[in-house]
Protein backbone atom coordinates (compact mmCIF):
# COMPACT_ATOMS: atom_id res chain seq x y z
CA UNK A 1 0.00 0.00 0.00
CA UNK A 2 2.87 2.33 0.60
CA UNK A 3 4.78 1.81 -2.54
CA UNK A 4 1.72 2.36 -4.46
CA UNK A 5 1.44 5.40 -2.85
CA UNK A 6 4.64 6.40 -3.21
CA UNK A 7 4.54 5.50 -6.89
CA UNK A 8 1.40 7.78 -6.89
CA UNK A 9 2.76 10.89 -5.83
CA UNK A 10 6.07 10.80 -7.85
CA UNK A 11 3.49 10.13 -10.89
CA UNK A 12 1.64 13.29 -9.98
CA UNK A 13 5.18 15.46 -8.89
CA UNK A 14 6.31 14.76 -12.56
CA UNK A 15 3.08 15.75 -14.08
CA UNK A 16 3.11 18.82 -12.53
CA UNK A 17 6.48 19.59 -13.00
CA UNK A 18 5.71 19.12 -16.69
CA UNK A 19 2.49 21.12 -16.52
CA UNK A 20 4.61 23.73 -14.75
CA UNK A 21 7.32 23.48 -17.32
CA UNK A 22 4.57 23.79 -20.06
CA UNK A 23 2.82 26.92 -18.59
CA UNK A 24 6.11 28.38 -18.19
CA UNK A 25 7.19 27.74 -21.78
CA UNK A 26 3.83 28.78 -22.76
CA UNK A 27 4.34 32.24 -20.94
CA UNK A 28 7.52 32.81 -22.35
CA UNK A 29 6.60 32.34 -26.09
CA UNK A 30 3.70 34.67 -24.83
CA UNK A 31 5.89 37.24 -23.91
CA UNK A 32 7.92 36.89 -26.94
CA UNK A 33 5.36 37.55 -28.70
CA UNK A 34 4.20 40.85 -26.68
CA UNK A 35 7.30 42.05 -27.23
CA UNK A 36 7.82 41.61 -31.09
CA UNK A 37 4.33 43.05 -31.27
CA UNK A 38 5.57 45.84 -29.52
CA UNK A 39 8.78 46.47 -31.42
CA UNK A 40 6.26 46.33 -34.48
CA UNK A 41 3.74 48.98 -32.96
CA UNK A 42 6.95 51.21 -32.14
CA UNK A 43 8.43 50.28 -35.88
CA UNK A 44 5.15 52.02 -37.36
CA UNK A 45 4.55 54.67 -34.90
CA UNK A 46 8.12 56.17 -36.28
CA UNK A 47 7.68 55.81 -40.00
CA UNK A 48 4.09 57.29 -39.37
CA UNK A 49 6.41 60.28 -37.38
CA UNK A 50 8.74 60.33 -40.58
CA UNK A 51 5.77 60.27 -42.79
CA UNK A 52 3.77 63.10 -41.03
CA UNK A 53 7.65 65.51 -41.40
CA UNK A 54 7.81 64.43 -45.24
CA UNK A 55 4.24 65.23 -45.83
CA UNK A 56 4.87 68.80 -43.69
CA UNK A 57 7.94 69.33 -45.89
CA UNK A 58 6.03 68.95 -48.91
CA UNK A 59 3.00 71.50 -48.04
CA UNK A 60 5.41 73.86 -47.15
CA UNK A 61 3.53 77.01 -48.92
CA UNK A 62 7.03 78.50 -49.83
CA UNK A 63 7.77 75.05 -51.88
CA UNK A 64 4.23 74.88 -53.14
CA UNK A 65 4.29 78.48 -54.45
CA UNK A 66 7.96 77.72 -56.19
CA UNK A 67 6.02 74.68 -57.66
CA UNK A 68 2.83 76.72 -59.21
CA UNK A 69 5.26 79.30 -60.41
CA UNK A 70 7.42 77.03 -62.63
CA UNK A 71 3.93 74.60 -63.63
CA UNK A 72 1.51 77.27 -63.95
CA UNK A 73 1.49 77.43 -67.76
CA UNK A 74 0.74 73.23 -67.65
CA UNK A 75 -2.06 73.75 -64.77
CA UNK A 76 -3.14 76.94 -65.13
CA UNK A 77 -4.76 77.42 -61.86
CA UNK A 78 -6.54 80.00 -61.00
CA UNK A 79 -6.99 81.70 -57.47
CA UNK A 80 -10.45 80.45 -55.42
CA UNK A 81 -13.38 82.26 -56.22
CA UNK A 82 -15.55 82.42 -53.24
CA UNK A 83 -18.71 81.63 -55.72
CA UNK A 84 -17.05 78.00 -56.42
CA UNK A 85 -17.95 77.05 -52.55
CA UNK A 86 -20.74 75.47 -52.27
CA UNK A 87 -23.00 72.77 -49.85
CA UNK A 88 -22.78 69.47 -50.78
CA UNK A 89 -26.73 69.74 -51.16
CA UNK A 90 -26.29 72.36 -53.80
CA UNK A 91 -24.65 69.74 -56.22
CA UNK A 92 -26.61 68.34 -58.58
CA UNK A 93 -26.74 64.25 -58.22
CA UNK A 94 -24.50 62.45 -60.60
CA UNK A 95 -26.46 60.99 -63.82
CA UNK A 96 -26.38 57.60 -63.88
CA UNK A 97 -27.16 55.49 -67.44
CA UNK A 98 -29.64 52.88 -67.18
CA UNK A 99 -30.23 50.20 -69.14
CA UNK A 100 -33.78 49.51 -69.84
CA UNK A 101 -35.67 46.65 -69.05
CA UNK A 102 -36.12 44.18 -71.88
CA UNK A 103 -34.09 46.94 -73.98
CA UNK A 104 -30.64 46.63 -75.61
CA UNK A 105 -29.99 50.46 -75.62
CA UNK A 106 -29.31 53.17 -72.49
CA UNK A 107 -31.38 55.80 -71.30
CA UNK A 108 -30.01 58.40 -68.93
CA UNK A 109 -31.44 60.09 -65.99
CA UNK A 110 -30.86 60.19 -62.36
CA UNK A 111 -30.99 57.48 -59.93
CA UNK A 112 -33.45 59.51 -57.72
CA UNK A 113 -35.95 61.72 -57.97
CA UNK A 114 -34.13 63.73 -54.97
CA UNK A 115 -31.55 66.15 -56.15
CA UNK A 116 -29.68 65.38 -52.62
CA UNK A 117 -26.83 63.12 -52.81
CA UNK A 118 -26.34 60.73 -50.22
Known sequence: MVRTLNIVFILAVVIGAATVYDLKLAATKSAERVAELQ??????RTAIRHLKAEWSLLNQPDRLQSLVGRYNDFLQLEPLDVKQIVMPEDIPARPVMLEPIGGTGQMG???GSSAVVR
Not at 39 to 44: A, G, K, L, N, Q
Open 39 to 44: REIDEE
Open 109 to 111: GYA
